[in-house]
Each structure stands twice: as structure tokens, then as C-alpha cells.
């Protein structure tokens, strides 16, 4: 019998257990991480086969990439914006363009840290990574794609970036996501008439801003690489008004992927974080997207706005 998502869990325990189970039965599986720290992954800290270099981002990739090379299956976890930006060379030249299986998982995406300010900001990381040619992106939106993710990634093959966020993110466990398909209605009404695209912490609060509407769709993307696009293109061209509703910045994020797909014939209503680095702390997430124009509120009243 299988064992069912614990809805009260935090999204990162539901897939670090999963991360440590696998480690556990697998002796090809290294975790490495930059000094970050996990819950779920306390317990096997000791074990041989887990390594924290430190903060020393290059290194740490240049080790996974090593590991990779003589067969095993490593796995770095720690901040998005430091895991990209601090040493995209290393990730651009010794994992990608050798094509190694490893696994990065990025945890901090959008604002999830904001009182940290703009260093820990990941609002550029996901396009970012989506420049090297050989990674594949997932953006992990809920408890139930962290727990599908997790359980699946030894199976995920090649340089893979995972965003990861924070909190119990429990709004949609009967959805069935499919990892080849890449994306996936979380609410789908009769009417064609506007569309929510959006992806990863963006997507609780689309499902709060459309709450009480009939007539607004919202597609999850998690996928960036080899996804669907020939089904995906067939689903947006149907409705006459499109949103793109995301925690990164216009040129950093999910935008310039989905501008790119071929036989798209619509043109998208944007709101995103702004492109420049946002000089602001605040004690909530909450907050800060209030400050910029991004909150489920505000999207409510651009969606309602006659």
C-alpha cells in the first residue's frame, strides 16, 4: 500500500525524505551541499557519502561533476542564487558540456528568503540555468510534484536544475502530474476566456486570486526543456486573454521560454517581478510582493478590472 502525502508537511521535508530514502538504498547517490541545511537530511549527515564543502560553490560543482564522471549520482542542494550566479562556469562548462547526471536542487526561489535582500533573491536563476544547453528546469510548485520529483530522480537523466520553495504547499494533492507532459491544468473552467500561466510558489496564489471566478483557467508550467509544447501550444491558443504570473523577473523567468515556443499565437499580459535588482528587505514574502504589484490581491483586481 502506498503511503500518502502528509498535507501538513513542509514542501522541502516532503522531498528530502524522499532525496534521503534513495540515498539510503542507492551507493551511487552523493548529496553535497554549500553549508546549507535540511530537516530531513540531519540523520545521514555523517555518512561517508555526504559532503559539505562549504562556501565554496565552485568546488562544490567541481566535485559533483567528478563524482558524476566515474558513474555516480550526485545531488547538490543549497541556495538558488548561489548554486547559479557564484558558479555558472562550473555549470556551464563541467557538467553541461559534458552532459553529467547531476542533480542540483535550488532551494530560496522568487522571495521566498526576503528579509535576506537581494542576494538571496532567486528572481534571474531559472532562465539562467535555462541558457546552458544540456539543463533541464523543474520549478516545484506543491507537496504533490515535490513528492513525484523526489521519488523520480535518479530516473531524470543529465544536468538537471530543481527550484524547490518553502512551506505546506498541500492546495492540489488529487492532480495527476505527469513529469513528460511538463505542465498541467490546476484549474480548468468551461469557459475560454482568460488564462493564469504560471509556475512554482505563483501558483497557490493564482488559485487564491481566482478563487470566487468562473470565466480564469490557471496552467501550472514546471517543465522548460523537453516538455509538450505541440499540446501546450494547442491549450493557450484557445483562450482570448493570456497572463503570465511570475515571481521572476520578465527577462529571468518563465516569459522568454514560453515567447520562444513556435505556433504561438498569442500575445501575454505580464506580471512579473521587475528587471533590475530589488534593494528592499522585508520581514514577509507577503510584504514585498505587495510592494511590487504582485500579490494574489492585485491579480484579483487586474482579472476583475472591466
Known sequence: MKKKININSDVRDIFFSNVRKLFLNNKKNYILTNDADVFELKKIQNNKRFYNIGVAEQNLVNIAAGLSKFGNLPIIFGFCSFLTFRCYEQLRFNIGSHNLNVKIVGIGPGFSFSNDGPTHHGTEDLYLTYLIPEFEIFNISDNNLANLVSKKINQIKGPTYIRLDK????????????????????????????????????????????????????????????????????????????YIYDESSKNGGIFPIISQIKNLKKEFELITVPNEQIFLYYKSREEMLKKLGLSSEYLRKKLTKK
Open 167 to 242: 512551506g505546506i504547499l498541500n492546495y492540489n494533492l488529487k492532480i495527476k502530474y505527469n513529469l513528460n507532459k511538463g505542465y498541467e491544468y490546476i484549474k480548468k473552467k468551461k469557459k475560454k476566456s482568460k488564462l493564469i500561466i504560471t509556475s512554482g510558489y505563483f501558483c497557490r496564489l493564482a488559485l487564491e486570486a481566482t478563487e470566487s471566478l468562473d470565466d480564469t483557467s490557471i496552467i501550472n508550467i514546471f517543465r522548460f526543456k523537453n516538455f509538450d509544447k505541440k499540446r501546450f501550444v494547442k491549450d493557450i491558443n484557445k483562450y482570448s486573454k493570456i
